[in-house]
Every structure is written in C-alpha cells, then in structure tokens.
C-alpha cells in the first residue's frame, strides 16, 4: 500500500496554487486594453452631457478595478474574510463619495 502525498495543501487553502493559462491572462488584458479606449471615448465623445458621461466613466472605471483586484491581486483567490473586509470598505468609501456629492450639489 502507498501513503497519500500529505505535502498536498487542501481545497482553499490560501496557500494553495492556482494555475491560470496564458490566454485568460492576454484575455483579461484585452478586456482592459477595451474599457479604457471606452473610457477614452465617453470623456471624448461625452462632452455635451458632462454629468454622465462622468457616471459612465467611474462606472467602467470600477470595472477595470473588479477585474484588476479579482485576477492580478488574486483576491478570487483568497480568503472570503478578505473579500467580505474590501467590499465593507468600498461600500464605505461610496457613501462618503455620496455625502460629499450632495454636500456640493445643494451648495
């Protein structure tokens, strides 16, 4: 009889690997590469309704930060203790982004 290989680390384990084709990285990058030419036509193209065209490119621009934070920080990857923390702070950072919105808005 053979012995399990223990040096295996178990299924989430953060010091698992996770090995991830060359093409998925080229595609996430192609992806990048395509929100920010988006992101360059809508402040190009966007001039006449400055308002939204603002709210598309912070909106494409969270995009381009999901993509980045889940596949190039590995945080797809992690622990949901660290997912749950980030996604705390960001709610956070919306609502002062929010307050301070309308703080300039009913100037």
């Known amino acids: ?3 399990k290989n223990t040096s295996r680390f178990l299924p989430g384990d953060p010091k698992e690997h996770h090995i991830v084709p060359y093409k998925f990285h080229i595609g996430i990058w192609v992806g990048l590469i ?3 030419v988006m992101t360059v036509l809508v402040s190009v193209m966007g001039i006449s309704l400055v308002a939204f065209s603002v709210v598309t490119a912070l909106i494409i621009a969270t995009a381009k930060a999901v993509v980045v934070v889940n596949y190039f920080m590995h ?5 949901k203790i660290i997912t ?5 702070t960001l709610l956070l950072f919306a609502v002062f982004i929010i307050f301070t919105a309308f703080d300039y808005l009913t100037r």
């Open 34 to 36: 395509i929100l920010t």
């Open 75 to 79: 945080l797809k990857y992690d622990n």
């Open 1 to 3: 009889m053979s012995e």
């Open 84 to 88: 749950i923390m980030l996604g705390i």
